[in-house]
């Protein structure tokens, strides 16, 4: 049954439901001269709230909208073992008062570490597939039959793709890229750039949606880089251009995207995803050190790696100005891993 709060936090955004779940607007903090003298600026997406944070606050403010808006009594969705999104859907689920299910990549480990932890504690059922991270295939099959399981059950369940990258969860990223732009303005400054660490594609397509929104409203529209950290989205699956396109019908607003707007740099993605390089790790002991900031090596840090990078290699001007986008992942760095 869901909780009065369920419905007392529903809203409309453009026609579009919504359930106010994260703390917004996040601070826009000023970080140190990267590069040949270009500005740092970091987005703390880390900070919505929801479950200790992270970006998936804004996609699942409007995915839970639907779930709710729809009648759902229970949500499913799907990640790597230490997946934020399945930690912050099982948070989601526990304020609004919806059981929540979780498909995971790996084998039920001895102890509960990280982002298993919390979600345990948020009272979401675990469901361990014995999968690789990266086998998202096989995950997205598991998802599938729990769902079918669930309906039959009754329990009206509402099922999220891994990453809640969809066009409805997309949105919360059109209202991102705007929040962005304003605050750099406010601050003074146009960004050269807005970057961030993007693996299944939902991120990516609302920032690039609120680009193409802005853009046909005749707005500051600064360009969008994703550091690409999963095969797929690397290899251009999903297709975050259709994403986007969807997400900007779906809420009835102008603009659309086109092939040239999506750039994915996979430079930095090594062996694979949700696994450490030594650039990741260094990036994050940089990001610690230099602004008491904490990164996760095997996802956002790869993220600060590909800004430190696109720096070194006079992407940007001196005296430019860049906003990095902090994801969050916060629960990873106390994992212990072999």
Excluded at 99 to 106: D, F, P, Q, R, S
Excluded at 120 to 146: K, N
Excluded at 177 to 193: H, K, L, M, N, R
Aim: aromatic share 6%; with cysteine.
């Amino acid at each position: 049954m869901t909780s009065d709060l369920s419905s007392e936090r529903l809203t409309e955004w453009h026609g579009v439901p919504r359930v106010r779940l994260a703390t917004l607007p996040t601070p826009l903090e000023r970080g140190p001269l990267v590069g040949n003298g270009v500005r740092l600026w970091v987005k703390r997406d880390d900070l919505t709230g929801l479950g200790m944070g992270g970006n998936k606050a804004r996609k699942l403010e409007f995915l839970c909208g639907d779930a709710v808006r729809n009648g759902a009594r229970a949500l499913i969705t799907v990640g790597a073992g230490q997946s934020n999104h399945c930690r912050m859907t099982a948070a989601a689920g526990s304020l609004l008062g919806l059981e929540t299910h979780l498909v995971l990549a790996g084998d039920r480990p001895d102890r509960l570490e990280g982002n298993q932890l919390l979600s345990d504690r948020f009272g979401a059922h675990m469901h361990f597939t014995g999968a690789g991270p990266s086998e998202w295939g096989v995950l997205e099959i598991a998802r599938e039959a729990l769902t079918d399981e669930l309906a039959a059950q009754k329990l009206a369940p509402y099922s999220i793709p891994i990453g809640g990258s969809t066009h409805v969860g997309a949105l919360g990223y059109v209202l991102a890229y705007d929040e962005i732009v304003e605050q750099c303005t406010s601050t003074g400054f146009t960004p050269g750039a807005i970057v961030f660490t993007s693996s299944s594609g939902g991120t990516h397509a609302g920032l690039v949606a609120g680009r193409a929104w802005r853009r046909a409203l005749g707005l500051a529209h600064p360009p969008v880089i994703a550091i690409g950290v999963a095969k797929g989205v690397v290899a251009g699956f999903p297709s975050v251009e259709q994403l986007a396109n969807e997400a900007l019908h779906l809420a009835g607003l102008p603009g659309r995207v086109e092939a040239a707007d999506v750039e994915v740099d996979a430079r930095w993605l090594g062996a694979d995803y949700a696994i450490a390089t030594p650039e990741s790790t260094d990036a994050a002991d940089w990001a610690a050190l230099t602004g008491a900031w904490v990164l996760d090596a095997v996802y956002t840090a790869k993220g600060m790696a590909g800004l430190l990078g696109n720096a070194a290699d006079g992407r940007w001007a001196s005296g430019d100005n860049v906003v990095w986008i902090h994801t969050g992942g916060q629960p990873e760095v106390f994992v212990h891993h072999d």
